[in-house]
């Protein structure tokens, strides 16, 4: 519901182009920072959370959970997450029509602005990842680490694109809030059919 709730306040915002000051004030701090080794870690990170790299990581896990782990509800789950997220991206895309920055780039990108498209696929690929694995977690340790690689890995390619000038921290944080919304809802979906055949069960 709150990822919801952000996602409708800053597509509202983004509408009627009234988030630009809030925008510019973080893109300054952002890229006020810059140096040669940031520079480096952002285009590193922004090339993790590139399509090429996201489908061989949506793969690998893919194989996993199907082959080894023989969790076939898992996978369903994993796949309708990470698919359904570059899609509703797509459709976002071309509904908001949001033109990228367009004052110091460090790379060229092309297409539309909001929502990020990187920042969704990082939130509902490293995030459905965590759920999946947490479920097999006992230990508490595991799951600090866990949740702190979650949580920097999709934060890092989130600041890589604002770092880079190819996204408003608005499209970042709404392309969070979107995927957020998505796996909130298919991971409810799945509870919910999970508790019902417990019961139909004698």
């Not at 460090?106 to 690929?125: D, K, R, V």
Request: with cysteine; net charge positive.
């Amino acid at each position: 519901m709150w990822f919801l709730l952000v996602f409708a306040a800053i597509a509202v915002f983004v509408k009627l182009d009234r988030i630009a000051a809030f925008d510019n004030f973080i893109i300054h701090a952002v890229q006020s920072a810059e140096s040669p080794p940031l520079t480096s870690l952002a285009k590193g990170l922004s090339l993790v959370g590139s399509s090429r790299l996201a489908i061989g990581i949506s793969l690998l896990t893919a194989a996993l959970l199907f082959f080894v782990l023989k969790h076939r509800i898992e996978l369903a789950l994993f796949l309708v997450v990470a698919l359904g997220s570059q899609k509703l991206n797509t459709l976002m895309k071309l509904w908001f029509h949001r033109e990228r920055p367009n004052v110091h780039r460090l790379i060229e990108q092309a297409g539309y602005s909001f929502p990020s498209g990187h920042s969704m696929a990082a939130f509902s690929l490293y995030g459905v990842i965590a759920y999946l694995l947490w479920r097999h977690m006992r230990s508490r340790l595991e799951r600090v680490l866990l949740i702190l690689f979650t949580v920097v890995m999709t934060g890092g390619i989130g600041w890589s694109r604002i770092y880079l000038g190819v996204h408003y921290p608005s499209d970042v944080i709404g392309g969070y809030a979107a995927s957020g919304a998505w796996m909130t809802l298919c991971i409810v979906c799945l509870e919910a059919w999970r508790n019902s055949r417990k019961r139909r069960m004698p």
